[in-house]
């Protein structure tokens, strides 16, 4: 058997470099190029050192927890005894992710026969599993393994931080209540301009039952003045709490909204519950998060109220 030391060292540089930025993006820890690298050759000289038989004392579990002690020093630095540990902490989450995505695409790859042949049995009577998998194979599939991690990790990170602005809406119409999550919009400025009410954006499928059927699929198409003039002899039960509100949406022309005046708003961030009456919901025909995980806009105003009592308390 042939062994190219050269491109095993190559290989190994490469794959603990990527291991080190990784560390560093899932850590929020800047480091300059040189010290990665630097770090990244502590590593890879210790796997060629495998191929030096006077060294084989070296492969014990303490020398390597040591050689990752080393590599996250020269690769980060130390600023606290604290923020050391969760360097390393992260560096190892990152290795048994990579090798667990690695270990379960190799299997995954694998046929009943190539299980198998690996199967070996022991003279004690049990049995052990001979694991072969190719150079190659582990570095081509590192990369896609790590982006694969990255990817979750940024997608789960996203949504905490979404979580931290999304709240519980309660919206009451003459014994109607409708119930959704909504997020709270920091930015959202729309105010009904004669009265100077907020606007807070909900689906307008959370009404439908409600609403006049002609306009079922209609409210993302087509105008809401046009909608409000076909109400018109129409039995409509909540007709006088229709409003027109003016907007300007990104890279669109002035339009209008179809809002409602409800009776009653409860929105519940966090521990805490407010409620307001000066309040319009206006009414989008589309879906406001692909994801479903809120399907109402909340006005900023709207976290800043009297807070919730109960039946018979004093506000």
């Given at each position: 058997m042939?062994?190219?030391i050269d491109l095993i060292f190559a290989a190994n540089l490469l794959i603990d470099a990527v291991l080190l930025w990784l560390t560093g993006w899932m850590i929020k820890v800047r480091t300059k190029w040189w010290r990665l690298w630097l770090s990244a050759l502590v590593g890879a000289t210790y796997v060629?050192?495998?191929?030096v038989p006077e060294l084989s004392f070296m492969y014990t579990f303490l020398i390597k927890f040591g050689l990752s002690v080393i590599m996250i020093w020269v690769a980060f630095g130390f600023s606290s005894l604290q923020g050391f540990f969760r360097s390393i902490g992260a560096f190892y989450i990152i290795n048994f992710a990579a090798a667990g995505g690695i270990l379960g695409?190799?299997?995954?790859?694998?046929s009943s026969g190539d299980i198998w042949n690996g199967i070996l049995y022991t003279a004690a009577g049990g049995y052990a599993y001979r694991l072969k998998i190719g150079f190659w194979f582990v570095l081509f599939i590192l990369l896609p393994v790590l982006?694969?991690?990255k990817a979750v990790h940024s997608s789960r990170l996203r949504r905490e931080k979404?979580?931290?602005?999304?709240?519980t809406v309660q919206v009451e119409i003459e014994g109607v209540t409708v119930t959704c999550s909504g997020l709270l919009d920091t930015?959202?400025?729309?105010?009904?301009?004669l009265t100077k009410t907020p606007v807070m954006v909900m689906e307008a499928s959370l009404w439908e039952d409600y609403l006049p059927e002609s306009w079922k699929g209609r409210l993302s198409q087509e105008g809401a003045d046009q909608l409000l003039l076909e109400t018109d002899g129409q039995s409509f039960v909540w007709q006088d709490r229709l409003r027109l509100v003016p907007y300007r949406g990104v890279n669109r022309g002035a339009s209008f909204m179809l809002a409602l005046k409800p009776d009653h708003v409860a929105v519940t961030l966090g521990e805490e519950t407010t409620e307001h009456r000066k309040v319009l919901i206006g009414l989008d025909g589309g879906t406001l998060s692909g994801d479903g995980a809120y399907r109402a806009i909340i006005h900023p105003d709207l976290a800043q109220g009297e807070p919730a009592v109960h039946p018979g308390g004093v506000a």
């Open positions: 042939v062994v190219y060629v050192m495998m191929f695409i190799h299997y995954l790859l694998q982006g694969c991690y979404l979580e931290a602005y999304i709240g930015g959202n400025r729309l105010y009904d301009p």
